[in-house]
């Protein structure tokens, strides 16, 4: 059974820097596009980035230039390293496929942009 859990959220201030970390069970990192995806509250879950099986990667137009997905195949785990933060990238941050699992959800991470 696949298991994604996602950590490295924090309260930061505006322009802050943070680095969020997936670690996941088995070989999925390697094998799908992957997703970073996030869900304010009132508002449905949005993409953030996405990395394929290539290293290529997308990026919403809210975060291009501030954020980077990344992954370490050895280490089972993926990356989204976000400077220059706003408020508005207040969040729950989680991780998934992409298109994204409804199995495969974790709890997510808080993210808090506040001064």
């Known amino acids: 059974q696949v298991q994604l859990v996602e950590s490295g959220g924090g309260l930061v201030q505006p322009g802050g820097s943070l680095t969020l970390s997936c670690a996941a069970s088995?070989?999925?990192?390697?094998?799908?596009?992957m997703g970073w995806y996030r869900r304010t509250p009132g508002k449905q879950r949005e993409l953030v980035a996405t990395?394929?099986?290539?290293?290529?990667?997308n990026y919403a137009d809210s975060v291009k230039g501030r954020f980077t997905i990344s992954r370490d195949n050895a280490r089972n785990s993926m990356y989204l390293q976000m400077n220059s933060l706003k408020p508005e990238d207040t969040a729950v941050y989680y991780c998934?496929?992409?298109?994204?699992?409804?199995?495969?959800w974790g709890q997510g991470t808080q993210v808090t942009v506040s001064s």
């Open positions: 998934n496929t992409y298109p994204a699992r409804a199995s495969y």
């Open positions: 990395l394929n099986t290539a290293d290529s990667t």
């Open positions: 088995g070989s999925i990192l390697s094998l799908y596009v």
